[in-house]
Every structure is written in structure tokens, then in C-alpha cells.
């Protein structure tokens, strides 16, 4: 409704509760009321309501899991940090108690900070799914997690009074769930190495690396390297000779579709520009199609 006023070029008048949330939309006429006669009182020229002022907004990162927890697990540390800078999926597999779940849950932690726009959508969700929004979640990427039991319209939205779903909830966070570009096998840890307490890479670093990764995506190609259309692949995705034999030999060899060509495309794309180089190389692609295990039909 704040937003919508903004645009309008209004003023809104709203219950003394909500000025806060509304506020949080930077430049927005809102006018807090405690009761009724307090609003007459304002249209009669008799007393004029207050103009809310926007809440505080903290200058520092929000708090997030710290990869610096997450112990080995090199090769699941780093798709995390590939999907975070492309805007990726990844899907992690292997047998229960590995840490799948805990790396999931860590991935928020590495994203690039929102931009305003970003914020307001996010907050905007929040707003009208009923759960409201409060400003201490400003900027703070959303991770959702819906059960395997979830129903459709919980998952998706609408039901008889319309809804956002998980989806819509997640926007401009994580969603633990779906169609997955990455495929990373979790094996369990070995022995030992949680009581040897090595010095792990923090978030705060690798949050460094990835934003830097996504500005460079955004000012060379206008969005994230997921969002890239088929028809795109091959003006930012082109190979050279070698690779493209390298590539054509894997779909050969493993018998990937041609959905799963385009995201090997996208991954390499993400994985170079991470390095901060322009052409694809064999190493990216090499690492792009080793996320690609589940793609391998089967022979015989």
C-alpha cells in the first residue's frame, strides 16, 4: 500500500502499528494515526498527523550461519559459492548426517548484499502474505525450508483468500527445495578431521568474491548467469575449439540433454567470471560438467 502511494504520488494515513513497515519505503508520504478522531481532527485542519520517520536501518551485514563452521567439505563449499554468484540451484546428495542440510542453511550467508529494489521486493512478499515485516529482516535474504509434506498451494500460492507461496516467500533468498542446475555429492566426513580444528575460509570472504563475481555479471550481461536465455549462450557463453569439443564429447559420453548442455554453459560461465576472465576455458567447463553427475543415463 506504501509503495503503491508512493507511485500515486499520495499521502497514506494508516493505523500507528503499521508506520514502521510503510516507512521502510524510502520517500513515501506516511501519516501514522493511534484513533479515528485524531484523523478527523487532521482532515478539519485542526491538529496535522505526524509524517512517520523511516526506522533505523543497520549499516552492518545481517547475521547469516558463517561458512567458517562448515567443516571440509571442499567441493560442496565451493558450488556454494558458484551458485551464490550466478544465482545457480544447486541439489546436494549423499547419505544422512553428512551436512547437506547445514550447507544449505549456510548459503544466504554468501550473497551479495541487496540493493534497495531488491529489499523493497522482499519486503513487499512479506508484507501481504500476512506474516507482516519487520525492519530488523531489511535487507536480510530470506531462507525458507517447507516441509516434503508441503501442499501445492503452500508451495506455490493462491487457496481461497490468495496467498504467496514458499516461491514467492523465498525471493531474493534461498528456497531448500527444486529443478537443479548443480549436483554435488556430500560424502561423510573423515575421520578426524572435526577434532582437528582446521582454519576455515569465513563468509565474510567469499561473500567478497561472489559479489564482485555478480557486479561483473550484471555490468557485462545485465543479470545473473542463471537467468541467461538459450539464445544468449552463444554471444556470453562461446567456446573455442577445444572446449567445444570437450563439451560436445561429454553430452556424447554421458548422454546429457540439451537442458542440461545449457546449464554445463551457464555453471562455466559463472566459474570463469568468478576468476574475473572473459573466455571459457577447459577448467571451467571440466568443473561445470562435473556438477552434472545425476544428467548420466544409464547404458546398457
Not at 115 to 132: H, K, M, P
Request: proline share 7%; charged share 20%.
Amino acid at each position: 500500500m506504501a509503495l503503491a502511494a508512493k507511485q500515486a504520488g499520495r499521502t497514506l494515513v494508516l493505523p500507528q502499528q503499521n508506520a514502521e513497515e510503510a516507512a521502510l519505503i524510502s520517500d513515501a508520504a506516511v501519516q501514522p494515526a493511534r484513533h479515528l478522531l485524531e484523523i478527523c481532527a487532521h482532515l478539519h485542519g485542526q491538529r496535522a498527523l505526524p509524517f512517520a520517520e523511516p526506522p533505523p536501518q543497520s549499516t552492518t551485514t545481517p547475521h547469516y550461519p558463517d561458512l567458517a563452521e562448515v567443516y571440509g567439505q571442499h567441493q560442496a563449499r565451493r558450488a556454494l559459492e558458484i551458485a551464490a554468484a550466478g544465482n545457480h540451484s544447486v541439489l546436494f546428495y549423499g547419505p544422512p548426517g553428512t551436512g547437506k542440510t547445514m550447507l544449505a542453511s549456510h548459503l544466504p550467508g554468501i550473497l551479495p548484499p541487496m540493493s534497495e529494489d531488491e529489499a523493497v521486493e522482499s519486503a513487499v512478499i512479506a508484507s501481504v502474505s500476512g506474516q507482516g515485516f519487520g525492519a530488523q529482516n531489511w535487507g536480510r535474504h530470506p531462507y525458507r525450508a517447507p516441509h516434503h509434506t508441503t501442499s501445492a498451494v503452500a508451495l506455490v500460492g493462491g487457496g481461497s483468500n490468495p496467498r504467496p507461496g514458499e516461491i514467492s516467500l523465498a525471493h531474493q533468498g534461498i528456497l531448500f527445495l527444486d529443478r537443479i542446475d548443480m549436483h554435488v555429492e556430500v560424502p561423510p566426513l573423515p575421520k578426524g578431521i572435526l577434532q582437528q580444528k582446521q582454519q576455515m575460509e569465513d563468509s565474510a570472504t567469499v561473500r567478497t568474491r561472489v559479489s564482485r563475481c555478480r557486479q561483473r555479471q550484471v555490468s557485462l550481461r545485465g543479470k545473473a548467469n542463471s537467468r541467461l536465455e538459450n539464445r544468449e549462450l552463444s554471444r556470453f557463453c562461446a567456446l573455442q575449439p577445444s572446449e567445444g569439443q570437450l563439451l560436445e564429447q561429454a553430452t556424447e559420453q554421458l548422454g546429457l540433454s540439451a537442458r542440461a548442455h545449457q546449464r554445463i554453459l551457464r555453471l562455466a560461465r559463472t566459474i570463469a567470471d568468478l576468476e574475473g576472465v572473459d573466455e571459457i576455458g577447459v577448467k571451467h567447463l571440466s568443473e561445470a560438467i562435473g556438477y552434472r553427475k545425476l544428467d548420466r543415463q544409464p547404458t546398457g
